[in-house]
């Protein structure tokens, strides 16, 4: 029987260098990715806000699919939401006109299975920040940003699904990444800034001074 052959990652980690931000819902990865993106020129994708986006597109055959799983807190499967990060990712390098990029793709991966599939389809990852915190804090938080946020899912009923998702289903993906030597945890209960700092601080240990 001849070998089956395995496609290689659409990007190869020499060029593209990919982390994924971790935390439960609330726990401040957006906020942190944009301080990273002003401060250290990063690429920030949100596989949340790929979703919401794909959710709204006319003509999208992912609609009411999206819709229900977002409400429901459940993890919308992994070809979906894999395909609209692949295509972001690429549309990127293509409008700046290079081969080379740095990513950080937030709220991702959920589940085990759409962390193998990323790393077999698109590209292995190099590390994960994992941004700790308490649900009664995330969930202050949430209830607060669902003043403003016109979300669906900031609402009292949705964030006690999305934080049974969270435990039961994403922290195995950070224990994972755990056991593999690539989480940088850190403490997500303070001021932004100063989790800023910290995460500067952590990240400069790993990717090198000022990365
Ligand atoms: N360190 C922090 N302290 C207090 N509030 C925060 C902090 N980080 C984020 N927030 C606020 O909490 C809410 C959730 O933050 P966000 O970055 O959207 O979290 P996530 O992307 O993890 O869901 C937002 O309203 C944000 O302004
Ligand atoms: O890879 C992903 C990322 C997000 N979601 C869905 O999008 C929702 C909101 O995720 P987001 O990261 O935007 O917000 P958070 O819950 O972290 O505040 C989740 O509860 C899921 O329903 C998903 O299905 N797959």
């Given at each position: 029987?001849?070998?089956?052959?395995?496609?290689?990652?659409?990007?190869d980690p020499?060029?593209?260098?990919?982390?994924f931000?971790l935390?439960?819902?609330?726990?401040g990865?957006?906020?942190?990715?944009?301080?990273?993106?002003?401060?250290?020129?990063?690429?920030?994708l949100?596989?949340?806000?790929?979703?919401?986006?794909?959710?709204?597109?006319?003509?999208?055959?992912?609609?009411?699919?999206?819709?229900?799983?977002?409400?429901?807190?459940?993890?919308?499967p992994?070809?979906?939401?894999?395909?609209?990060?692949?295509?972001?990712?690429?549309?990127?390098?293509?409008?700046?006109?290079?081969?080379?990029?740095?990513?950080l793709?937030d709220?991702?991966?959920?589940?085990?299975d759409?962390?193998h599939?990323?790393?077999?389809?698109?590209?292995?990852?190099?590390?994960?920040?994992?941004?700790?915190?308490p649900?009664n804090?995330?969930?202050?938080?949430?209830?607060e940003?669902?003043?403003?946020?016109?979300r669906?899912?900031?609402n009292?009923?949705?964030?006690?699904?999305?934080?049974?998702?969270?435990?039961?289903?994403?922290?195995?993906?950070?224990d994972?990444?755990?056991?593999e030597?690539?989480?940088?945890?850190?403490?997500?209960?303070?001021?932004?800034?100063?989790?800023?700092?910290?995460?500067?601080?952590?990240?400069?240990?790993?990717?090198?001074?000022?990365?």
């Amino acid at each position: 029987m001849a070998p089956t052959t395995k496609e290689s990652p659409a990007f190869d980690p020499k060029d593209v260098t990919v982390v994924f931000v971790l935390g439960g819902p609330g726990a401040g990865k957006g906020t942190q990715c944009a301080k990273l993106v002003s401060g250290h020129g990063f690429s920030h994708l949100s596989a949340g806000d790929l979703l919401r986006a794909e959710q709204q597109r006319e003509g999208s055959e992912y609609g009411d699919l999206i819709r229900e799983y977002i409400k429901d807190g459940k993890i919308v499967p992994s070809e979906v939401t894999i395909n609209l990060l692949k295509n972001a990712m690429r549309d990127i390098l293509t409008q700046a006109g290079k081969t080379t990029g740095r990513f950080l793709i937030d709220g991702f991966p959920r589940k085990m299975d759409q962390a193998h599939s990323f790393e077999e389809i698109v590209c292995p990852a190099k590390l994960v920040l994992f941004f700790d915190c308490p649900e009664n804090v995330m969930e202050e938080r949430l209830l607060e940003r669902g003043k403003t946020s016109g979300r669906s899912d900031d609402n009292a009923d949705s964030i006690r699904k999305r934080f049974k998702t969270f435990v039961e289903t994403s922290m195995p993906v950070i224990d994972y990444y755990e056991k593999e030597g690539k989480v940088v945890k850190i403490d997500a209960t303070q001021s932004p800034d100063a989790v800023y700092a910290k995460t500067e601080e952590l990240l400069s240990q790993r990717l090198g001074a000022g990365f």
